[in-house]
């Protein structure tokens, strides 16, 4: 079993930045692909970035390449996303998820899900 608990989102402008973290308990933290994905109202839930169990390797939604980073600690059990360049359309709750999914841009193939963090970016 694995808890996650995201924090980091808040208010902004456009143009600000921000760092969401996601932290989970259990051992097996470092065993499992970390998602973030995000829920905008009317929408269903979107990829945005994932990291493999090694943090070698990295996967972006085109919506925010090059503006979103992905990263993750693995002794401390967190995974972040840094946010920069941050545009209204990028308003939505912000949730990571662990699992060993085949397809990393799928929310249904990741087992565990934090309870989310909202991000609003507006002027």
Do not use: H
């Not at 692909?33 to 972006?60: C, H, N, Q």
């Not at 990028?90 to 990571?96: G, P, Q, V």
Request: hydrophobic share 35%; proline share 5%; with cysteine.
């Amino acid at each position: 079993q694995v808890q996650l608990v995201e924090s980091g989102g808040g208010p902004v402008q456009p143009g600000a930045s921000l760092r969401l973290s996601c932290a989970a308990s259990g051992r097996t933290f470092s065993s499992y692909t970390m998602g973030w994905f995000r829920l905008a109202p009317g929408k269903e839930r979107d990829f945005v970035a994932a990291i493999s169990v090694s943090g070698l390797r990295t996967y972006y939604a085109d919506s925010v390449k090059g503006r979103f980073t992905i990263s993750r600690d693995n002794a401390k059990n967190t995974v972040y996303l840094q946010m920069n360049s941050l545009k209204p359309e990028d308003t939505a709750k912000y949730y990571c998820a662990a699992g060993r999914p085949t397809t990393v841009w799928v929310p249904s193939k990741y087992d565990y899900w934090g309870q989310g963090t909202q991000v609003t970016v507006s002027s």
